[in-house]
């Protein structure tokens, strides 16, 4: 059974940082691909970054330059480091795991979720 838990959400400033991390269970981190998405209340959930077996990493263009999607396979976790965070980076933020589909950035190319933490930025 896989499981996917995050942690690492807060109340921040704008410019801060946060770093997220999400534990998988029952689903090697090293496999296939992670990625990181996110849902602001009335909106659609929206892929944020992506990391795949080869190393290579997916950026949405609203945060490249300022979010970094990691993984450390010996502790089957995955992260992202946000800095310089905006209030409109405010969000539920969700893990997925296996991209069995279609592009990263669409939720139904994921099968497996966590159950979210929350990011709030403040201006």
């Known amino acids: 059974q896989v499981q996917l838990v995050e942690s690492g959400g807060g109340s921040v400033q704008a410019g801060g940082s946060l770093r997220l991390s999400c534990a998988a269970s029952?689903?090697?981190?090293?496999?296939?691909?992670m990625g990181w998405f996110r849902q602001a209340p009335g909106k659609e959930r929206e892929g944020v970054a992506a990391?795949?077996?080869?190393?290579?990493?997916y950026y949405a263009d609203s945060v490249k330059g300022r979010f970094t999607i990691s993984r450390d396979n010996a502790k089957n976790t995955l992260y992202l480091q946000m800095n310089s965070l905006k209030p409109e980076d405010t969000a539920m933020y969700y893990c997925?795991?296996?991209?069995?589909?279609?592009?990263?950035?669409?939720?139904?190319?994921?099968?497996?979720w966590g159950q979210g933490t929350q990011v709030t930025v403040s201006s």
């Open positions: 990391i795949c077996t080869s190393g290579a990493t």
């Open positions: 997925a795991a296996d991209l069995y589909g279609g592009g990263w950035y669409f939720r139904t190319s994921w099968k497996y």
């Open positions: 029952g689903y090697p981190a090293s496999r296939n691909c």
